[in-house]
């Protein structure tokens, strides 16, 4: 399985972004998918995951009301869509393929960063 992310860059605090990743290879529908970042100097941390269907969703209590995570499997592609971003949202976001977890060493599958810069 292949994971493209993309849709990053830099905004203003307030301001929403909608990241993408797409994914080809292996059947996608058949993954649990999650996006995690990792800032400056920090631990990748765990951001949101859905599970194959789309009907299962969990999120960081960091990001919860204010980001949504959702997928087509159609398009083989999952969403994040990012609201009311603060500057400590700061990070370089990664999606990950693999079991619905919290915890990136669950995944087996990752793409390559995007960086969104939320600026003050």
């Known amino acids: 399985v292949q994971l493209q992310a993309s849709g990053g860059g830099l905004v203003q605090v307030g301001d929403s972004l909608k990241l993408s990743c797409r994914t080809s290879?292996?059947?996608?529908?058949?993954?649990?998918m999650g996006w995690f970042r990792q800032a400056p100097g920090k631990e990748r941390e765990f951001v949101a995951h859905?599970?194959?269907?789309?009907?299962?969703?969990r999120y960081a209590d960091s990001v919860k009301g204010r980001f949504t995570i959702s997928r087509d499997n159609a398009m083989n592609t999952v969403y994040l869509q990012m609201n009311s971003l603060r500057p400590e949202d700061t990070a370089i976001y990664s999606c990950?393929?693999?079991?619905?977890?919290?915890?990136?060493?669950?995944?087996?599958?990752w793409g390559q960063g995007t960086q969104v810069t939320v600026s003050s």
């Open positions: 990950a393929a693999g079991p619905y977890s919290v915890f990136a060493a669950d995944y087996a599958y």
């Open positions: 290879g292996r059947t996608t529908g058949i993954y649990d």
């Open positions: 859905i599970n194959y269907s789309g009907r299962s969703t």
